[in-house]
């Protein structure tokens, strides 16, 4: 009835995957929980390898070739066997024991129109300098309580933590033209709405414990700007979507404008800056959306 499913990269999935067995078990649901390797280094699939011997529920799986964020999610709803797909991003904990239990009180008929999400927590602030940008840019935008989110449903849609069934995957799976960092959920999350397919928010976050060091953050979300722009490109005969995303719906009215190009020479100036403060003790979201624009302005300019 249940197939939960995690794709990882480079992360140990061990203690998740402990919590979640110990959940379902209790459960009178049939399940199975896909766990399967994105490309990962050796190092880090050692201890994962080690979950297809410790219950034939669990279905552990090695791609060598890393293929993406997309690719991946489609592929494991493909092979799926039951009705409801639970995915997890793998640096994820689940919060208490009633984690399963209550998106099990969610699997009915109106879920083949509908989406829900759980939501997503962070831990208390790290005192790591190097994690201070990842954990405020999490606390402030992604963290959000279930009556938040509910005020703009697709907007508030992530893809660490959700549950629908397999059918809607049957008219709408992820792009795979988005192959690198990010934006995949930002797309899913329009085209739902464009088939009026319902996101439900629910109270069921899990605990997002993978922080990265403000480089290697800076570095996806460079990754990231680039799919948006993807996502530009793609969507440039459908004006609503530029309302959709705070940083292309900027970028577009500057266009709009003809100052794109100056205003990337003036950022310019500042990018490095501004690279080194969002490195600080202090960091500030301001700065970090400037450096995104930079960075999407840059984009456009090399096409």
Partial sequence: MLSICIPVYNYNVVVLVTQLLEQAHQLEV????????DGSSEENKLENRKLSEIDTCVLYVEWEKNRGRSIIRNRMAAAAKYQYLLFLDCDALVRDSQFLTRYCHNMDMELVQQVICGGRIYPARPSDLNLQLHWLYGTKKESQPVERRKLSPNASFMTNNFLLSRSIFEVLSFNEELVGYGHEDTL????????QIEIRHINNPVIHEGLEAASSFLQKTEEGVKNLYRLYLLKKDEPEWHKEVKLLHLFHRLKQWRIAAITFRIMAVF?????RQLQSRRPSLFLFNLYKLYFLLERDLKE
């Avoid at 899913?188 to 088939?195: P, V």
């Avoid at 990018?271 to 690279?275: D, E, K, L, R």
């Fill in 30 to 37: 049939d399940f199975e929980i896909l766990v399967w390797e």
């Fill in 188 to 195: 899913f999350g329009w085209e739902l709405e464009k088939r």
């Fill in 271 to 275: 990018q490095p800056f501004i690279s």
